[in-house]
C-alpha cells in the first residue's frame, strides 16, 4: 500500500494535514499524484511538505530491526 501525504491549507487548523491511499500496485498513481502536489506547490498553491509512503502488506518478516532467527546461518566470504 502506498500514501501519500502533505499540508494545505491553513497550517494553524487540525485539518491542514491530508493524506490519499493507493493500492499496492499503484506506484506510478501515486508517484504522479505526488508530482502533481508538488508542481502546484511550485506555482504558488498552499501545498508543501509532500511525501509518499509504503507499506509492503506482503512482507515476509516484521517491521523495524530484529535479531535474527538462532538457525540463520550466513557468513560473508571475502577473497
Known sequence: M???YWLGGNPDIEDA???RRFDANALADAL?????LRRRQSDG???G???LCSE???SV???GVADPPA??????RRR
Open 2 to 4: 502506498f500514501v501519500v
Open 17 to 19: 494535514a491530508r493524506f
Open 32 to 36: 504522479r499524484f505526488a508530482e502533481d
Open 45 to 47: 498553491e498552499d501545498v
Open 49 to 51: 511538505f509532500v511525501t
Open 56 to 58: 509492503n502488506p506482503h
Open 61 to 63: 518478516g516484521k517491521p
Open 71 to 76: 538457525d540463520y546461518d550466513w557468513k560473508k
